[in-house]
Each structure stands twice: as C-alpha cells, then as structure tokens.
C-alpha cells in the first residue's frame, strides 16, 4: 500500500514523492510532490472524472495546455485543473 515519504520514479527524471496518501486523510486528498527533469515530455492527456487536480509550482515553472489554452505557471504560482 502507498505511504507518504514513498517516492516513485520514472523515465526521463520523472519523480513522485507521495506526501498523503487517502489513506491517510480518510480518502479527502492524495498529495504529492512531482519533479521533472525539464526535457522530458509533458504528462500524458488524462481525464479524472470524480476529483480535481491542484498544483503549485513549487521553482522553475511549468508549461500546460489546459482545454487548448497554454499557459506558463512560475514558481509561487498554482492553478487547479477541475
């Protein structure tokens, strides 16, 4: 089972490090920590139907494309994705 402090990682430089789990918040959140090298590709077109995704850009910034609008996000910045 997840626990917070796991860290997954994948290609690219890709990182998680999982900081709740629902587990742990009686299934209100999971929180993680995602680091990307900044040349990798961006994450895969996905869907979650029954939960939103918040982020905040913790340094150097991210580059999204959110229902066909680009927007550059800089550290300090956060926006949610419904």
Do not use: W
């Not at 150097?60 to 550290?75: F, H, K, M, N």
């Amino acid at each position: 089972m997840a626990h917070a402090g796991q860290v997954l990682e994948g290609p690219g430089g890709f990182r998680l490090r999982l900081v709740r789990t629902g587990a742990e918040t009686d299934g209100e959140l999971l929180e993680m920590e995602a680091t990307y090298a900044g040349t990798g590709a961006m994450p895969p077109e996905h869907l979650h139907p029954n939960q939103a995704e918040r982020f905040e850009v913790l340094e150097g910034a991210v580059q999204t494309d959110l229902g066909g609008v680009e927007r550059r996000y800089e550290a300090g910045e956060s926006f949610e994705v419904p």
